[in-house]
């Protein structure tokens, strides 16, 4: 009799135990490296904002903006450990991944308008690369586009020559080295967090970056000049733990994927306008020197940077880049 009771008793404390599992929200640790007031900081507020209300506190999302629990280096090796969950990286940080091909969006005016790239990122192109990812143990969710790379300096940077020997933050991609190299200036790595102190102390002279990031970081404070280039097309792949999200509830997941849709939405109507009034509030500071390129300067440093296409390649993938050019209409060979 007292083992069936103790039976009774254990079954009761399971059947709790598994009520309480139920119960128990599923976590997801959103780290980003850039500042909470940003695109993409406001993006993951509002991804968390959905998801919570969506799937009625049934997933809980705990946002970590400014590199507050990794940096640069070391987010991508923490999703693949599952030490969190979701990431919306830059391009540059699948390179060292090994799924080379995303290195593609690194190369410089492989874009000239936000319409030329939706035509990659969200068509057939696009789709291909972010199925690629899950053999990394990686989900690849969606492209969010955010804005063009300017950049800033102390002195003013018109000319292919005006690069010679200065030295520019980069983030860790090797046809970013390239591309500055081309020019002769002298590139260095350098984690987000830590390029305003660089740029303050002169242990860099230069960096590329998109207004809302050369606002919100404040570079304008450190840099006299700011050359709007529109040199580099930079954007966010949102990426999910692979294991992670396939292990998602059913019905979870179908939540989840319509929050991914409509966060994306939501990013891509905010980018461009936040970047504009960036460069808005940094005009008004009058702290640096903004200059627009004309265009015959634009021409005399996109000719002297495409040839960075070429050389990659072997390495990006002839076709890809090739089938980037059939949807654009560019022709590196009309320059």
Wanted: aromatic share 10%.
């Amino acid at each position: 009799m007292k083992i069936r009771h103790w039976i009774i008793s254990l079954a009761a404390l399971g059947c709790a135990a598994s009520a309480w599992a139920q119960q128990s929200p599923i976590v997801i640790k959103f780290s980003h490296v850039v500042a909470t007031d940003t695109p993409k900081g406001k993006a993951a507020e509002y991804f968390k904002k959905l998801a919570e209300e969506r799937t009625k506190g049934r997933v809980k999302v705990q946002v970590y903006a400014n590199s507050v629990l990794y940096k640069d280096k070391e987010e991508m090796e923490a999703l693949q450990l599952g030490a969190v969950q979701v990431l919306a990286p830059t391009f540059s940080k699948f390179g060292p991944l090994g799924v080379r091909e995303f290195e593609v969006f690194d190369l410089p005016y492989l874009f000239d308008s936000f319409e030329e790239a939706h035509k990659v990122t969200q068509g057939p192109v696009g789709k291909n690369l972010l199925n690629r990812l899950s053999v990394k143990g990686v989900a690849g969710l969606a492209f969010w586009d955010n804005a063009f790379k300017q950049i800033t300096a102390n002195k003013p940077l018109r000319k292919p020559e005006d690069f010679r020997g200065v030295k520019i933050r980069i983030q860790p991609s090797k046809v970013v080295d390239a591309q500055f190299r081309t020019l002769g200036a002298n590139p260095q790595v350098l984690a987000f967090s830590e390029v305003y102190q660089a740029l303050q102390t002169g242990v860099v002279d230069a960096q590329d970056n998109p207004f809302s990031n050369i606002d919100t970081q404040k570079f304008y404070e450190v840099q006299k000049y700011l050359m709007v280039s529109n040199h580099g097309y930079h954007a966010y792949v949102l990426i999910a733990n692979k294991k992670f999200w396939d292990g998602l509830p059913p019905d979870i997941r179908q939540i989840m994927d319509g929050v991914v849709r409509d966060t994306t939405q939501y990013f891509n109507s905010i980018a461009q306008k936040d970047d504009q009034d960036a460069l808005a509030h940094i005009k008004a500071t009058g702290k640096t020197q903004i200059i627009t390129l004309t265009k015959e300067e634009k021409n005399a440093l996109k000719k002297a940077m495409v040839k960075v296409h070429r050389d990659f390649e072997s390495q990006i993938g002839k076709e890809l880049i090739q089938s980037i050019y059939r949807e654009t209409g560019f022709d590196p060979d009309k320059l």
